[in-house]
């Protein structure tokens, strides 16, 4: 099992940028895909962001393409999501993920329930 710990959240004003990072420890992180995901107050669980193992390829929400960039360290063993131009509408609870089991990731990524591990969460909240 590997666990997850996210941080960089606060709260900022609308057009700023935040970068969250998420830290892995007890397992191969370098052979994990992984994604971030966000939940805001009263909506579902969405899939924000995702990258492969290697970093070689990387998925993004039609929402956040363009203003997101997720990113990752395979030494430091941590995945980061930079945020910018960010918009009311982007705050919510931010989770990372991580897909130990692997396969088809680049047309599953979105979907949460082939992500093995998740964070606790870290709040974005963006005023306007």
């Known amino acids: 099992q590997v666990q997850l710990v996210e941080s960089g959240g606060g709260l900022v004003q609308a057009g700023n940028s935040l970068r969250l990072s998420c830290a892995a420890s007890?397992?191969?992180?370098?052979?994990?895909?992984m994604g971030w995901f966000r939940r805001a107050p009263g909506k579902e669980r969405e899939s924000v962001a995702a990258?492969?193992?290697?970093?070689?390829?990387?998925y993004y929400a039609d929402s956040v393409k363009g203003r997101f960039t997720i990113s990752r360290d395979n030494v430091k063993n941590t995945v980061y999501l930079q945020m910018n131009s960010l918009k009311p509408e982007d705050t919510a609870v931010y989770y990372c993920?991580?897909?130990?089991?692997?396969?088809?990731?680049?047309?599953?990524?979105?979907?949460?329930?082939?992500?093995?591990?998740w964070g606790q969460g870290t709040q974005v909240t963006v005023s306007s």
């Open positions: 007890g397992g191969t992180f370098s052979s994990y895909n």
């Open positions: 990258i492969t193992w290697s970093g070689g390829s990387t």
């Open positions: 993920a991580a897909d130990v089991t692997g396969g088809f990731f680049r047309s599953r990524w979105s979907l949460a329930g082939i992500y093995d591990d």
